[in-house]
């Protein structure tokens, strides 16, 4: 607040009295103030839980980014006969589920139509989270493959 040797020094004028008694005020206002700041709990907690969503948020970022790098990664070291292999296989599969769509239909009920429809979209909403963690998969079966052999 005021240093004690303050307190020695008389003032002169009621003007200098005036001025000591405005700062005495204005620090008394901003300890105070200080002191409330800190007793406010639930802003401080509003303050943490923002700040910490807020790194939770930029983290996120980086890891989508090292995953998405990775999985460039695993594709680029894909020799061109496995992705010819991956692709060939894909076209055998779809043939195979569109033949399959037509019995699983007739021979389904209701409710588990539904619940696989639902599953489907699931899937569809996280395409690109599935498709990165395949390649990392990958990326871990050959690196795995190599140190083996």
Same mark, same amino acid.
């Given at each position: ?9 008389? %003032?002169?004028?009621? #003007?200098?009295?005036? *001025?000591?008694? /405005? @700062?005495?005020? =204005?620090?008394? +206002? &901003? ?11 639930? %802003?401080?907690?509003? #303050?943490?839980?923002? *700040?910490?969503? /807020? @790194?939770?948020? =930029?983290?996120? +970022? &980086? ?26 296989? =894909? ?59």
């Amino acid at each position: 607040m005021s240093d004690p040797s303050d307190r020695e020094q008389t %003032a002169a004028t009621p #003007d200098e009295l005036r *001025e000591q008694v /405005e @700062q005495t005020r =204005a620090e008394f +206002g &901003e300890t105070v103030q200080a002191l409330a700041d800190k007793a406010d709990v639930k %802003a401080r907690a509003k #303050d943490k839980t923002a *700040e910490v969503k /807020e @790194q939770a948020v =930029a983290k996120a +970022g &980086e890891l989508k980014a090292k995953a998405a790098q990775a999985a460039r990664s695993v594709q680029d070291k894909l020799p061109d006969q496995v992705k010819h292999k991956a692709a060939q296989t =894909a076209d055998h599969v779809r043939e195979k589920t569109a033949q399959d769509g037509s019995v699983w239909e007739k021979t389904t009920p209701e409710p588990v139509r539904q619940q696989a429809a639902q599953g489907a979209r699931v899937i569809r909403d996280n395409r690109k989270l599935l498709l990165v963690a395949a390649g990392a998969a990958a990326f871990a079966w050959l690196a795995f493959r190599r140190r083996k052999g």
